[in-house]
């Protein structure tokens, strides 16, 4: 924004909805029923359910198109108006030959506009200077005081303002003259202002203008530009197809003309033109035309302006230009050499006679003070936006979206924050010093580049979830064609209203204030990409925004009565909001919807790269606000893009297919029309006009039906005449058509006015039929002629109101509910009356609601015919009621007698509290018969689980005496059992074993417990388990029995894993002990280490010691792998081995025969002769008898 101007503050956001999926269903409901919230603020956001998300359907590579260039300064109302005052008084110093520098006052541009505006508001130039407030002008534009910036504003005034303002204002043109001379260069001297070139103004763009462009955007409003010729318009669609019509964020679409190419080519002969877009020329009223250029080009010539070099090239006569050229002042003609010729008007001025005069002739253009005041005062073209000559794809275009985001805020486009975006565009939009350009890809057409949405079609087939999403009413080519909306009924494609529009845009690109064509409602949907920011005016302030627009900025209502109907316009909300125009905002994300109202302003940009699409619809409340915008075109003189007459008829041509809220609304309208109809041809009557004509003005194009007047399209009538067949005038402007008599002019009509009033009564009937029906359901309810309507006939009227697809209404809900609850009546009856087995699947009732069952049938406005059954049910649960006291008062009965009541009971179908009494009475007797077997002394002990189950059933049932005892008992011999339990698991736990005699104790104790104890049982096992290893160890400690060493160690392994304390069992863990340290000893004394006997087979006494070949045969059986064991020669088996007093026997044997060998042994050897033989026999000898003497003492041990 402007330096001193505060920063931009948000406006408050706007109404956010989030629908569920059952309201979803339903769009044009579901947008009624937020109107009366959302209308409020002119726009509103909608957030789809989470899981809707349609498939973007755009084939992304085919898809190209050709965007709109915007410079955001331009947009601005208020920012066009000061550039446009620069552009006129640059324009005014260019004709002279002088350059416009614009001032810098305390490090910012001076406001040329706003010190003129206010030097106008404060009285007047000559007014300020004799009163002396130019300190005042300083302080209202934001200068501070004390610094003599008074003095310096005047200065500067008076330089660059004044000769301006003296010329706008019509003073003395000599006067003019000598401050024109004097001000050729004003300003030259002054090095910190900054020069103001209207042909190239410094900006900041990120995208260029056409590359053939050499001017500035407002440089070609100084020269003429080339009108697109037929080949342009086919080639580039976009210029085909432009247009105003459509909902959303629009552009302007201009009308086109196509020229000759040959001025085109012309065009290329001089000056090289930009190719853009320009409005053809616009018709003024009295039928000349209006053209935003200047008769001549205003190219500069190095050439001296002199006549001969102005004029000659003209094909006169050299005694004709003589006599043709006088001086304007002192009207001779001599001295032709110092005579100027202005290029505007060709008046002649010697330079001597100016005032002051001129020294010598000047070079360029020369124009004198009167054109000079003509240039000045000519009125601005009309503001449009060029087409951009590059195509882009959409990766392509985001690519340079993207690029210029980051490389605009440095920073990565995600990382941007929206507030800074926003802010810094209301800055962009308000700034004249910095021309940013942006381009901007709107009105995109669907038909032709795809809808973003999936689409049913003949040319390909669609997936089940694409199916989904193009027949959803919230598909953007759907809801314009939804049976409640009105444009279902135009059978034209209007490209916008009924076929979606496309928008690519990028950070900055702005859509302007408007309201959508007819005044309708608008939907976007915003695919993907960036966020969308928007701004909305309610529709009761749609007249006062354009009254503060007016008024801020007349100057371009002025030229442009119909500026916000162009969408070139924007301003910022904190203007609007601050002169008390209400104003909200959103942000609308991807995903999200955003709706505007009918006659709501809206207005927005984008936040950066993004794909969206918009469509208008119209509801049936939206009549009366379309009704209300035809008469606001005709006072604008606006063309209509449809017949709003010719929609109403054509709806109230087949009233049967309107939705019944439509019917109301169009016969509202209807009416209405036909009377305004019946006056005007009243009227017209009154004028003289008596010949008439039908015809069918729907087959004619729009442009052969608009009224001269006010270009509304006539459908119902209008005046014609035959000797000015050209055109024609609606029936309120019958006075404008033409000057022909009365006699000569005719009604063209497309009915009478007998069929108007047909066509109403048949829509009266539609809209009241409704009424007809619902008094007919109010009778029937409300039972008011005393007789009940069967169930059918009350279905009939229901079925009616789908039939003719009446409203949904607190009437018809009741119809509904009252049908409902006959069918659940009538259901509860069959059920009850049916049968055991349909009786069984059925919920039975309580006698209150049988009886509130009868109640509520005999209710109902419709005769139940199955109410005698309900009563006869009633009748027989009452005689069992009876029956049941009975029996219940005679108590204790047999099991046998309760049970067959209560299946008695049970076979009514309907739950009797008597029923339910002798229920308990049967559980009680069952519950008590099964205690009294589990703790009966003969029956098999029962478990702790069954016992709980007992208790844990016994709560449950009712409370009486002997149940209450029972579950008593129960519980006290539950209690004993578990404590008796958690003793035997201690003992089987615990690590300190109990000896014998306390555990048979505590199963003694135990034993007088009736109930199954598995610890208990346990403890049994292993007690018994005990004594039978202490009678184990007995036998083998008794008698001359040997035990070996492995039973022993098993028999310790054993008793280690009982859970009892064992005497025993310490004597034996000694003996094993003993056992083991005399092995270990014996070993270290006989075995060598490493050897491959065994200790037995080193003990082992030698049974063959006397034989003398015995060990020449055991050294060849060993060298041969025969040999055998002394074990083995000791003859004891594998079976023998395991004995003990088997080993002991063999062994003593043994021991013999090696006495006897040896003895043998040593007699041979005493008979042989050599004494070395002797010596060695005797050492023999000693060896055998000390290694008898060891193994016998080793036999010795236990």
């Given at each position: 924004m402007d330096p001193g101007s505060d920063e931009f503050l948000p406006p408050p956001e706007c109404p956010v909805f989030e629908p569920t999926w059952a309201e979803f269903r339903d769009p044009l409901g579901y947008i009624a029923k937020i109107r009366p919230i959302a209308e409020k603020s002119g726009i509103c956001k909608i957030r789809p359910p989470t899981d809707w998300q349609p498939p973007f359907a755009v084939e992304v590579d085919n898809f190209r198109f050709t965007p709109r260039i915007q410079r955001l300064n331009e947009l601005e109302a208020q920012t066009r108006v000061k550039l446009n005052y620069l552009d006129q008084i640059a324009k005014f110093w260019e004709i002279q030959g002088s350059s416009l520098k614009i001032p810098n006052v305390e490090r910012r541009i001076l406001d040329l506009y706003s010190l003129s505006k206010i030097?106008?508001?404060?009285?007047?130039?000559?007014?300020?200077?004799?009163?002396?407030?130019?300190?005042?002008?300083?302080?209202?534009?934001?200068y501070p005081p004390g610094k003599n910036i008074g003095s310096l504003l005047r200065s500067h005034y008076e330089r660059i303002i004044y000769p301006y303002e003296m010329f706008q204002s019509g003073a003395n043109l000599v006067v003019f003259s000598c401050s024109q001379q004097c001000n050729t260069h004003p300003f030259d001297n002054e090095e910190k202002d900054k020069e103001y070139k209207p042909h190239s103004i410094p900006f900041r763009q990120s995208v260029q203008p056409s590359k053939f462009s050499s001017y500035s955007r407002r440089a070609k409003r100084l020269q003429p530009?080339?009108?697109?010729?037929?080949?342009?318009?086919?080639?580039?669609?976009?210029?085909?197809?432009?247009?105003?019509?459509?909902?959303?964020?629009?552009?302007?679409?201009?009308?086109?003309?196509?020229?000759?190419k040959t001025l085109r080519k012309k065009d290329k002969e001089g000056v090289i033109c930009p190719r853009t877009v320009l409005m053809k020329e616009e018709r003024r009223e009295d039928g000349k035309r209006m053209s935003p250029l200047p008769r001549e080009d205003l190219n500069h010539s190095g050439e001296p302006c002199t006549k001969m070099t102005m004029q000659l090239r003209r094909n006169h006569s050299s005694a004709q230009f003589m006599d043709s050229y006088l001086c304007r002042l002192c009207s001779r003609g001599d001295e032709d050499d110092k005579l100027l010729l202005c290029e505007g008007c060709d008046d002649s001025y010697h330079i001597f006679c100016l005032m002051p005069p001129l020294?010598?002739?000047?070079?360029?253009?020369?124009?004198?003070p009167k054109c000079i005041m003509a240039e000045c005062k000519r009125p601005p073209e009309a503001f449009g936006f060029e087409q951009a000559t590059q195509e882009y794809t959409l990766q392509s275009f985001g690519e340079m979206a993207d690029s210029f985001k980051a490389d605009y805020f440095s920073m990565p486009v995600h990382m941007v924050p929206t507030e800074l975006v926003e802010k810094e565009f209301w800055r962009l939009v308000s700034s004249i010093e910095e021309d940013v350009t942006v381009e901007y890809g709107a009105d995109i057409h669907s038909k032709e580049f795809g809808s973003g949405f999936p689409v049913s079609s003949s040319k390909g087939?669609?997936?089940?979830?694409?199916?989904?999403?193009?027949?959803?009413?919230?598909?953007?080519?759907?809801?314009?064609?939804?049976?409640?909306?009105?444009?279902?009924?135009?059978?034209?494609?209007?490209?916008?209203?009924?076929v979606p529009w496309l928008y690519v845009g990028m950070v900055f690109s702005a859509f302007c204030w408007h309201i959508e064509d007819h005044w309708s409602y608008s939907i976007n949907y915003l695919h993907w990409g960036e966020p969308k920011t928007w701004y909305g005016v309610p529709s009761l302030a749609a007249e006062q925004l354009e009254e503060v627009m007016k008024k801020l900025t007349p100057e371009l209502f002025d030229s442009q009565p119909d500026l916000l109907h162009q969408l070139v316009t924007l301003m910022n909300p904190n203007t609007l909001m601050s002169h008390g125009v209400p104003v909200v905002r959103t942000n609308q994300c991807a995903g999200e919807f955003v709706i505007t109202f009918p006659r709501a302003y809206h207005s927005g940009f984008n936040q950066g790269y993004n794909f969206a699409e918009a469509v208008n619809f119209c509801t049936a409340d939206w009549l009366p606000a379309g009704r209300q915008c035809i008469e606001h075109y005709r006072r604008l003189r606006r063309y209509c893009v449809f017949s709003h007459e010719e929609l109403i008829c054509k709806m109230a041509a087949f009233p049967e297919k309107l939705d019944l809220n439509l019917a109301v609304a169009v016969h509202k309208e209807m009416f209405i029309m036909v009377q305004e109809e019946r006056r005007l041809r009243k009227a017209l009557l009154e004028k003289g006009v008596t010949e008439a004509e039908r015809e069918a003005f729907e087959l004619l194009p729009d442009d052969e039906r608009q009224c001269m007047k006010c270009k509304t399209t006539c459908f119902l009538s209008a005046l014609a005449c035959y000797d000015c067949p050209d055109g024609l005038v609606c029936l309120s402007h019958i006075n404008d058509l033409c000057k022909c008599s009365s006699s000569r002019q005719y009604l063209r009509y497309r009915y009478t006015l007998d069929e108007l009033p047909a066509m109403l009564h048949k829509l009266k009937i539609r809209a009241e039929s409704f009424d007809t029906w619902a008094n007919k359901v109010r009778v029937a309810l409300e039972v008011e002629d005393g007789r009940k309507r069967s169930f059918e006939e009350l279905r009939a009227l229901e079925s009616e109101a789908r039939e003719r697809r009446f409203p949904n209404s607190d009437l018809l809900q009741r119809l509904r509910n009252c049908l409902n609850e006959a069918e659940a009546c009538a259901s509860q009856v069959l059920g009850l009356v049916s049968g055991q087995e349909a009786r069984i699947e059925t919920p039975q009732l309580t006698l209150p609601e049988l009886r509130v069952l009868l109640e509520q049938m005999g209710n109902l406005p419709c005769a139940m015919h199955q109410i005698g059954d309900v009563k006869d049910v009633l009748e027989q649960v009452e005689a069992y009621q009876i029956e049941a006291r009975e029996a219940l008062a005679s108590l204790p009965l047999s099991v046998a007698l309760l049970r067959s009541l209560l299946e008695k009971g049970q076979q009514l179908g309907v739950e009797v509290p008597e029923a339910?009494?002798?229920?308990q009475q049967v559980e009680q007797a069952r519950w008590l018969d099964e205690v009294k077997q589990a703790l009966a002394p003969s029956a098999q002990r029962g478990s702790l689980v069954i016992m709980q189950g007992l208790l844990v059933t016994g709560a449950k049932i009712a409370s009486s005496p002997s149940v209450d005892k029972a579950r008593a008992e129960l519980q006290e011999l539950l209690t004993i059992a578990e404590r008796?339990?958690?003793?035997?698991?201690?003992?089987?736990?615990?690590?300190?074993?109990?000896?014998?005699?306390?555990?048979?104790?505590?199963?003694?104790?135990?034993?007088?417990?009736?109930?199954?104890?598995?610890?208990i049982q346990a403890l049994k096992d292993a007690l018994a388990k005990a004594h039978a290893w202490i009678a184990d160890v007995d036998e083998i400690q008794n008698g001359d029995h040997y035990p070996c060493l492995d039973d022993l160690e098993?028999?310790?392994?054993?008793?280690?894993?009982?859970?009892?304390?064992?005497?025993?069992?310490?004597?034996?863990?000694?003996?094993?002990?003993?056992?083991?340290?005399?092995?270990?000893?014996?070993?270290?004394?006989?075995?060598?280490?490493?050897?491959?006997?065994?200790l037995l087979e080193v003990l082992c006494p030698c049974a063959d010691a006397g034989s003398d070949t015995s060990k020449r045969s055991r050294w060849i059986e060993k060298e041969l792998g025969l040999y055998r064991s002394d074990t083995e020669l000791l003859g004891l088996s594998a079976q023998d081995l395991r004995d003990?007093?088997?080993?002991?026997?063999?062994?003593?044997?043994?021991?013999?025969?090696?006495?006897?060998?040896?003895?043998?042994?040593r007699r041979m050897n005493s008979t042989k002769p050599s004494p070395l033989a002797s010596s060695t026999t005797a050492a023999s000898a000693a060896s055998i008898c000390s290694r008898v003497a060891a193994e016998c003492g080793q036999y010795d041990k236990p």
């Open positions: 030097v106008m508001e404060e009285g007047g130039y000559e007014a300020i200077c004799k009163d002396r407030r130019w300190a005042r002008v300083a302080q209202r534009l934001n530009d080339p009108e697109p010729t037929e080949e342009d318009i086919e080639k580039n669609p976009e210029l085909k197809k432009l247009q105003i019509y459509g909902a959303g964020p629009k552009m302007m679409g201009l009308g086109l003309m196509a020229r000759d020294p010598e002739i000047p070079r360029g253009v020369w124009r004198c087939s669609l997936s089940p979830e694409e199916e989904e999403y193009a027949t959803s009413g919230w598909n953007l080519n759907v809801m314009p064609v939804l049976d409640q909306s009105v444009l279902c009924h135009i059978n034209a494609d209007i490209s916008g209203m009924k339910h009494q002798l229920q008796w339990e958690e003793k035997a698991h201690f003992c089987l736990e615990a690590r300190q074993k109990h000896p014998p005699a306390t555990l048979e104790a505590i199963i003694r104790e135990a034993e007088n417990i009736p109930v199954y104890l598995p610890n098993g028999l310790v392994a054993v008793g280690r894993d009982l859970p009892v304390g064992l005497e025993e069992l310490r004597q034996l863990e000694l003996q094993v002990l003993t056992a083991h340290s005399w092995r270990e000893k014996a070993s270290k004394t006989f075995l060598k280490k490493n050897s491959c006997y065994t003990p007093g088997s080993v002991i026997v063999a062994f003593k044997e043994g021991e013999q025969k090696e006495k006897e060998g040896i003895l043998q042994l």
